[in-house]
């Protein structure tokens, strides 16, 4: 739906309200779908983006003023039908619940079970962002659907174009009773995020999500929160350099840069520096001989991000450290119809430079140096924890330590993002950069309500009638036993 745009605060929220009362009621009404209903509505959203690839390629193209229409394929479109394919495969087997010891153990012997069960919590919000629209909606809407529930969703309006092709695109296949689009500026996400939802999951920035997470606790409502920071990377000593800023390198420039996940910053050895710029420039000229007018290479998708990132060049310049713009074909970007930065390395950065104090969330990457691999980790341990960190090498015994003694959402190993394509993998961050995780199994973990069942045995035995008043030697003998070290 689409509020009508004299409403004030007040008049947003009375009329998702609305909706979201509805969708309760429906929710109520019809109890918990079957196994069959939640593959149909699985498969609804799948022929949705199989329908819609090339309506959704046009849409964030427009959005983005120039955005790589295969990486669109590649990260929106084919990138969301997987996890919702794998949800589908997998739903009947999450569903089933899961049997557990009772205490004291002689009850399970008589007869008597614990168990856990899974049940839909009931409507779940999804505040979803601009840089990967569509795949941070319909991602999580696998574990919401597959775990039962229905949807209300607010897309980002910094891509209005995609936001009002998925509001379009589900008001084909799905009744707003079971998933509601609802577009707007800020004033309708604020209205959004006070409403009393039985779950809510925001993916976007940690100073937002402050104010996200201060509403939902008006209603105590749950909450998952995908944020980002300053993911980094760990060049080992043992890494090879080449196969490591090729990888390192294309982390950095899918979307622009402009990925919850992208490589913030590298941490590399002093000798290895020189020769990690010279593959990074490498590897940037052989995946774009131009960067201008290529359409692969995608553009930032704001004025004000274009020159909060620009920002972060020259301040990082005027306060001496080395700047090193990749530009393969030495185009000139002074005047461009888009928003285009070249890959930039900025090289010996210092923790006062802007760029190491916000999250880039753009195609610069600053690059520090270490003597020894502790000085790398406890830089990263000096800092709020990352969502992401990658370590590169061959050197087993330094992957341990590293991995031992940081603590970050996720880690990937000899390459940068990937964790996040791992389906049967939990994605999610810690403190800053999030809380709560999903995806597979995890994702309708998160989506579901854990119901604890204990089922009593139907006929009173001695250790039971002990346990009531009057007390005697049974179960004094019974407390002795358990009074032990």
């Not at 794998?86 to 008589?110: C, Q």
């Not at 002074?334 to 930065?341: A, C, L, P, V, Y």
């Not at 001695?462 to 008043?469: F, G, I």
Request: with cysteine; aromatic share 6%.
């Amino acid at each position: 739906m689409n509020a009508p745009a004299n409403l004030g605060a007040e008049g947003h929220k009375a009329a998702m309200l609305a909706v979201l009362e509805r969708q309760k009621a429906a929710h109520l009404r019809d109890g918990a779908p079957t196994a069959e209903q939640r593959i149909e509505r699985l498969d609804r959203c799948i022929g949705l983006l199989v329908d819609h690839a090339k309506d959704i390629q046009e849409a964030l193209n427009e959005d983005f003023g120039n955005r790589s229409k295969d990486a669109t394929l590649l990260t929106d479109v084919s990138g969301s039908i997987g996890p919702l394919k794998h949800a589908k495969e997998n739903v009947r087997k999450w569903m089933k619940g899961e049997k557990r010891k009772t205490t004291p153990a002689i009850l399970g012997l008589f007869g008597a079970k614990a168990e856990v069960v899974y049940q839909p919590k009931g409507v779940v919000g999804v505040i979803s962002p601009w840089n990967f629209p569509v795949n941070l909606t319909f991602a999580p809407l696998a574990g919401i659907l597959a775990a039962g529930n229905r949807a209300m969703i607010k897309p980002s309006e910094f891509t209005p174009a995609t936001s009002e092709l998925m509001k379009t695109m589900f008001g084909k296949v799905f009744s707003e009773e079971e998933i509601a689009v609802l577009t707007g500026g800020p004033e309708v996400g604020q209205a959004f995020s006070e409403l009393p939802f039985d779950h809510m999951i925001f993916t976007g920035a940690t100073s937002i999500a402050r104010h996200v997470m201060r509403a939902a606790a008006e209603n105590l409502v749950p909450l998952t929160l995908e944020l980002g920071g300053k993911s980094p990377v760990i060049l080992s000593k043992s890494a090879d350099v080449s196969l490591a800023a090729a990888r390192i390198m294309n982390g950095k420039t899918l979307n622009a840069g402009q990925i919850c996940l992208a490589p913030d910053y590298v941490l590399a050895p002093e000798e290895s520096v020189g020769e990690f710029v010279k593959e990074a420039q490498g590897a940037v000229t052989r995946m774009f001989p131009t960067l201008k007018d290529n359409p692969d290479y995608t553009a930032v998708v704001a004025q004000r991000h274009y020159d909060r990132i620009k920002g972060y060049i020259d301040d990082a310049r005027a306060k001496g450290a080395q700047i090193v713009e990749i530009n393969p074909a030495g185009e000139d970007f002074s005047q461009q119809e888009h928003r285009k930065i070249p890959p930039t390395l900025i090289l010996n950065p210092s923790d006062d430079m802007k760029v190491m104090q916000e999250e880039i969330f753009g195609p610069v990457l600053p690059v520090k140096t270490y003597k020894q691999v502790d000085e790398a980790v406890n830089y990263i341990n000096a800092n709020e924890r990352p969502l992401g960190l990658y370590w590169f090498g061959t050197d087993e015994a330094e992957k341990a330590k590293v991995l031992e003694r940081t603590t970050s959402g996720g880690v990937t190993v000899n390459d940068v993002v990937m964790h996040v394509a791992q389906e049967d993998l939990p994605f999610g961050g810690v403190g800053p950069s999030g809380m709560g995780s999903y995806h597979g199994h995890d994702g309708f973990k998160e989506f579901s309500h854990k119901k604890a069942i204990f089922t009593q045995l139907k006929k009173d035995i001695a250790p039971l009638k002990q346990m009531r008043p009057p007390y005697g030697p049974g179960i004094r003998k019974y407390l002795a036993g358990t009074l032990t070290r």
